[in-house]
């Protein structure tokens, strides 16, 4: 196996934990809706959880879901479908799902986030080996820099791109291509790490060397990730052996 060069990371879920930053997000989007609109919304804040993937009674949020994978823009959709299921337009739906939205993100400025368990370690190990990191996520770049920020390990990454710095988000290699031609990344030498298969998927389309996927120890099943070259189930130090090349 050749030297790694680069290694990106996703940032929710494989970088910060996920469940408290994107549900109370997510029951913002739909309160934001509902308090500042001039008509009745007719399904339950329950129903709209669960459409866009929170489960176990707004506890958590299904890996597989449009909340943990999607974009911003792409639950603006599903919440702009909703309402025309209820005789909106379209046209209005979208105007009152985007508004709806931006309202969410300035709610959450001020929000704490958690680091992954031992991800800071391996950041550390990972730079003292001389391998270059980014990231690029599915949430919007300044937002994802403000969560780094907050941790302090903002630093250790040349970039943060997020899903505003191209037409299409990952599993579409667009991001990919942008972090080649900004910040001269070879992606035959690069590695992902994410915890969807959209990122698995967005490594193969872009033709990086191999791809790791993490699934928490605690969830079953473990089959959601088809398209990762490995799966880990927590972070530790030695991974960075994956990345060196062996003499």
């Known amino acids: 196996m050749s030297q790694v060069e680069w290694i990106i990371f996703d940032k929710d879920g494989t970088l910060i934990e996920m469940d408290s930053l994107w549900i109370s997000w997510a029951i913002n989007l739909y309160l934001n809706v509902t308090e500042n609109s001039d008509f009745e919304i007719k399904f339950t804040l329950q129903e709209f959880l669960k459409s866009i993937g929170v489960k176990n009674n707004g506890t958590s949020i299904d890996p597989t879901s449009p909340l943990a994978i999607g974009s911003i823009q ?28 931006s309202l969410a993100n300035t709610q959450q400025e001020h929000v704490t986030v958690k680091e992954i368990p031992g991800i800071r370690q391996l950041l550390m190990a990972i730079k003292d080996n001389g391998i270059k990191m980014g990231v690029i996520t599915a949430d919007l770049t300044a937002r994802a820099e403000a ?43 690069t590695v992902m790490i994410g915890d969807s298969n959209a990122d698995m998927l967005f490594a193969k389309n872009a033709g990086m060397q191999f791809s790791i996927g993490i699934i928490p120890k605690e969830i079953y099943p473990k089959d959601y990730l088809p398209d990762a070259t490995k799966i880990i189930e927590s972070y530790d130090e030695s991974l960075v052996a994956m990345f060196v090349k062996k003499e």
């Open 147 to 189: 969560h780094l920020r907050q941790l302090d390990i903002l630093s250790l990454f040349e970039f943060v791109i997020g899903s505003d710095q191209a037409t299409y988000s990952k599993p579409s290699p667009d991001l990919a291509y942008v972090a080649k031609e900004r910040y001269h990344v070879p992606l035959e030498g």
């Open 74 to 101: 792409e639950a603006e959709t599903i919440l702009a479908y909703l309402l025309y299921q209820q005789d909106i337009a379209w046209s209005k739906g979208v105007t009152l799902a985007r508004a709806a939205a």
